[in-house]
Structures are given as C-alpha cells and as structure tokens.
C-alpha cells in the first residue's frame, strides 16, 4: 500500500509561518512530481505548489514569492514553507504525488489533508 501523511497544519497569525510536511511510504519504485492543493470551503480544490524529481518548481501566482516548496528525495518527503500567511490562505491543504508503485503500476496519490486556519 502506498500512502502520503501530511502534518505541519495548525494554526497561525496573519504574517506568521508554518512549514508543511508530507512522506510517502510504501512499495514505491520511483517517486516523481509532488505537490500541495488547497480546498475552501465552498471552492475547488486548486494548485498550490509542486516540485519535481529534478528540482523543477512551480507556484500558483497567489503564493509566488511568499510559499516555498522543497523536497528531500532520501526520505521521500515534501515540504511547503508558508510565510507571510494571509487569512485568504485558509484552506485543506492535501499533498499529491505521481509515482511508480510495485509491479510499475504508475499512481496519482493524495494525502488525508491538514487544515490550515489563518487568523486576523
């Protein structure tokens, strides 16, 4: 079984920071792609951030120069760096990645989500 575990979701103040956090596990052969998506109440679910297996990024215009996403490929984990929160940043954030799972059954996989309130 292949999984993702976000954490790192809580709660914070208008221009403060939190760092999410998501792993993979399981029987994965070859990890590509990751990303973050956000879900309001109410909205579609939308693009975030992802990054690549090379390092290749991209942010939606929304968070561009305030959200940073990394990855460490030795634990298989992605992170998304939230500063200068605003409260319209409120959302379900859900990890994704692409990923070739045992016998090379390539996979989409979400993550639960981890909520993430800003306040005034």
């Known amino acids: 079984q292949v999984q993702l575990v976000e954490s790192g979701g809580g709660l914070v103040q208008a221009g403060g920071s939190l760092r999410l956090s998501c792993t993979a596990s399981?029987?994965?052969?070859?990890?590509?792609?990751m990303g973050w998506y956000r879900q309001a109440p109410g909205k579609e679910r939308q693009l975030v951030a992802t990054?690549?297996?090379?390092?290749?990024?991209n942010y939606a215009d929304s968070v561009l120069g305030r959200f940073t996403i990394s990855r460490d490929n030795a634990k298989n984990t992605v992170y998304l760096q939230m500063n200068s929160r605003k409260p319209e940043d409120t959302a379900v954030y859900y990890c994704?990645?692409?990923?070739?799972?045992?016998?090379?059954?390539?996979?989409?996989?979400w993550g639960q989500g981890t909520l993430v309130t800003v306040s005034s």
């Open positions: 990054v690549t297996s090379c390092d290749r990024k």
């Open positions: 399981g029987s994965i052969l070859s990890l590509d792609a």
């Open positions: 994704n990645a692409d990923l070739i799972a045992t016998p090379s059954r390539y996979l989409e996989v």
